[in-house]
């Protein structure tokens, strides 16, 4: 197996005296879905979180390798600055720029890449590269003829979709996806199935998701977490084996994972 | 966009334009000053514009630099000659930029309630500098008696003394500020900034450093207040400390909210009803003992626009546009 790209180490984060995250440990490596999943509560945003610098670690650390960046911590790094290292992120709850065309959301993430903002008499809407990385990653999402909308009068299923488009157009090698299916119709969890699985061989993937027909469609690893710490984490013929995660994430759903 | 809309605000900023130009072959003197320091106030308040309606950043202590541009200007005028106007202008915008960077390093670093409130600390200190300070003059502030020239070698390019060339020079450069503006807006660094004040959180996590994209907009912001400034030093010929004092810093904001945020020539409109309105209201001559009281009126209509157009008096025209649309059937 390939080095991990990114690599967690004993993450813990505290808030006050509640441990929302104890001690998690994951790697994730490119061409692999690494999902997280686990009840409401268990610390799974939260370790979200602090994988994208919108929180810090109280403890532990987090070395992100890649050729062209070398290695770094980014335990306690800034959030803008993981992302333009490659960590790109979608969030559970829909953060997307409302009065902004569903265009312009992805041209200004697109935008977050090249850093040209010295240029000020230079329209924002003239740079072809960055237009075309937006208009693709529309289209990859199943937004590309919704280009000229406000954001706002997209329907929640589609302001889904394009939460995980801006966090392409920030053309990331490692994304982390925050319950992407939330409140999508049947057609476009399939859509996004569908892309995750195109995308999974050139990044590595973490993906944090109820529906577990999609995770198990689409993950090579699970780990799973309950109560901020990691219970079981494996394959997901071990997962489903695991008589632990059963017992304390099951209770008495014995219909298993419906896969 | 409906078509008819996308070229009738050129074609509106035009027509003003090109009235505001031909004013001073026809209006009286008094007239004249008055709409030179309307259009002063414009350049302030356009430069607060870019904070408060683009970057979402209110500030309540715009006025430091505006008055800092003045006493720049009062210090290094010679005493009883011009000075010249292509060194002392860039030095007082430098002077001001300055400023606006190292407070921008501190006051950034708060949000909300806790930046008005820094904001307006920062430009109370400058007012107690000025103030209780030989630098300043004291409260009976600093006298300029001559308009700065614009000269090239021994000849005179502008002659501000005019009134009316000042007039015009101000026109110009309030139409510059603008045309300016609405370019930088429109760049990437522009994007960021609306980006900033729409979800500062969420362009911080697509990779902007959003701290820098502020103090850049903050150093310019106040860079272009002071242009504002060291103008209205040069037309009155004095400064002191009630320029840089919390009044003028929210008569300015005032004048934005009036006009409409985040619509620079809303804030172009905003001053002129601001200060039209409060010379109106306090005119003694159509109002009588009222006038004294103009305040309160001001208050009033303040009160009513701030009911009636939450947009600002910029909101007008799409009330109008909206009614336009339910009586052609489109909405």
Not at chain 1, 91 to 103: A, D, E, G, R
Not at chain 1, 213 to 241: K, Q, Y
Not at chain 2, 20 to 42: H, R, S
């Amino acid at each position: 197996m390939s080095d991990a790209i990114l690599r967690a180490e004993n993450l813990t984060k505290c808030f006050g005296g509640l441990t929302a995250v104890n001690t998690v440990s994951l790697e994730l490596h490119v061409g692999q879905v690494h999902a997280v999943i686990g009840p409401n509560g268990a610390g799974k945003s939260t370790l979200t979180n602090l994988l994208s610098g919108d929180l810090s670690p109280t403890l532990g650390t987090i070395y992100y390798v890649d050729e062209t960046h070398g290695r770094h911590n980014l335990a306690g790094m800034k959030s803008d600055r993981i992302a333009r290292l490659g960590i790109g992120r979608s969030y559970q709850k829909t953060n997307i720029f409302l009065p902004f065309s569903v265009f312009e959301n992805c041209r200004i993430a697109a935008q977050s890449r090249q850093q040209r903002a010295w240029r000020i008499f230079r329209g924002a809407a003239g740079y072809a590269d960055v237009n075309a990385v937006a208009q693709r990653s529309l289209q990859a999402a199943g937004l590309g003829d919704r280009g000229d909308m406000p954001a706002e009068a997209l329907s929640h299923g589609e302001q889904r979709q394009l939460e995980i488009a801006m966090c392409l157009a920030t053309q990331p090698r490692v994304l982390l996806l925050d319950e992407p299916l939330a409140g999508m119709g049947a057609e476009e969890s399939q859509r996004i199935i569908e892309l995750i699985r195109q995308l999974t061989p050139a990044h590595a993937i973490m993906l944090i998701e109820h529906d577990m027909d999609a995770v198990f469609a689409v993950a090579h690893r699970l780990t799973v977490m309950v109560n901020g710490e990691v219970i079981e984490s494996g394959t997901p013929t071990e997962i489903r084996a695991s008589l632990k995660v059963q017992q304390a994430y099951l209770g008495d759903a014995h219909g298993g994972f419906h896969g | 966009m409906n078509p008819k809309r996308a070229w009738s605000l050129p074609v509106v900023l035009l027509a003003c334009l090109s009235m505001l130009a031909m004013f001073p072959l026809v209006g009286e003197t008094f007239y004249i000053q008055l709409l030179t320091k309307v259009m002063i106030m414009a350049i302030f308040a356009m430069s607060l514009d870019l904070l408060v309606g683009y970057t979402g950043l209110v500030s309540l202590g715009h006025a430091a630099f505006y008055g800092l541009a003045g006493y720049v200007l009062a210090r290094v005028a010679p005493q009883y000659d011009s000075a010249n106007l292509w060194t002392t202008l860039p030095l007082a915008l430098g002077a001001c930029a300055a400023f606006a960077l190292l407070t921008g390093l501190l006051v950034l670093r708060t949000s909300g309630v806790y930046f008005i409130m820094v904001t307006l600390a920062f430009a109370q200190m400058l007012f107690f500098v000025f103030h209780d300070t030989p630098i300043g003059g004291g409260s009976d502030g600093i006298y300029i008696y001559a308009r700065p020239l614009a000269k090239i070698g021994d000849t005179t390019l502008l002659n501000l003394q005019d009134r009316r060339i000042f007039y015009w020079f101000v026109l110009c450069l309030m139409a510059v500020v603008y045309l300016f503006l609405k370019r930088v807006l429109n760049s990437n660094f522009g994007r960021a900034l609306i980006g900033i004040k729409i979800n500062e959180h969420r362009l911080r996590a697509l990779g902007f450093p959003t701290f820098r994209y502020k103090l850049a907009s903050y150093t310019l912001s106040g860079a272009l207040a002071g242009l504002a400034g060291y103008l209205a030093a040069a037309q009155f010929g004095f400064v002191n400390p009630e320029i840089l004092g919390w009044h003028s810093s929210g008569s300015v904001l005032m004048m934005v909210i009036l006009g409409g945020m985040g619509t620079l020539h809303g804030s172009i409109l905003g001053a002129f009803a601001f200060i039209l309105l409060q010379e109106a209201l306090s005119n003694q001559a159509w109002f009588g003992d009222a006038a004294a009281h103009w305040q309160l009126a001001m208050g009033l209509f303040i009160i009513i626009v701030a009911l009636l157009l939450p947009r600002g008096l910029m909101g007008v025209s799409s009330l109008f546009s909206a009614r336009a649309k339910q009586e052609s059937g489109i909405e």
